[in-house]
């Protein structure tokens, strides 16, 4: 079991790291810490994982999760994880900077949504992440990106 845990954590690291990025890119050792934070809360659900949604699909939503719940704790207690390392913190360009920048303005609802989008999940596979109706996933999606075009051209929403 901790063989294929840590080949699909391995394999699927990028989309844990998305989310550190996304909510505490501004820190680069708190994005450390919620690395190891999700990692250790998906080796505690993996026992529970029956394979009916995308290992994806699953991994999001406890990532997201954990990634709200700590935002809004500010604090979960770290379990150390010693099978994977977490990627280093590449530098970004402008442009990217700016759209981080941008994203870390949003509220913890609206950043997970955006990052879904941008990781080009289905608004089906949206809905099953976050619980959200298709349709209200099209609209709030309508609305971030508004928001985040004015953020980035103005900068305010």
């Known amino acids: 079991m901790e063989e294929s845990f840590i080949q699909l954590i391995t394999q699927h690291k990028a989309l ?3 989310v550190c990025r996304t909510f505490r890119g501004d820190d680069p050792e708190g994005a450390r810490d919620l690395f190891q934070d999700i990692v250790a809360e998906l080796w505690r659900a993996f026992p529970r994982y029956n394979g009916t949604a995308k290992w994806t699909t ?3 939503r406890i990532a997201l999760y954990v990634a709200i719940t700590q ?12 099978g994977v390392e977490p ?3 590449p530098e970004p360009n402008e442009q990217l900077a700016a759209l981080h920048q941008a994203i870390a303005l949003l ?3 609206d950043k997970a949504l955006i990052l879904l989008y ?3 999940l289905s608004y089906a596979d949206m809905a099953e992440i976050t619980g959200l109706t298709e349709n209200h996933i099209g609209v709030k999606l309508n609305r971030i990106k508004s928001k985040l075009k004015n953020l ?6």
């Open 16 to 18: 844990i790291y998305k």
């Open 71 to 82: 935002q809004r704790r500010r604090r979960l207690q770290t379990v150390p994880f010693t």
């Open 118 to 120: 941008l990781d080009d």
């Open 58 to 60: 699953w991994a999001y």
């Open 87 to 89: 990627p280093p913190v």
């Open 107 to 109: 509220n913890e609802p």
């Open 152 to 157: 980035l051209l103005h900068g305010k929403s």
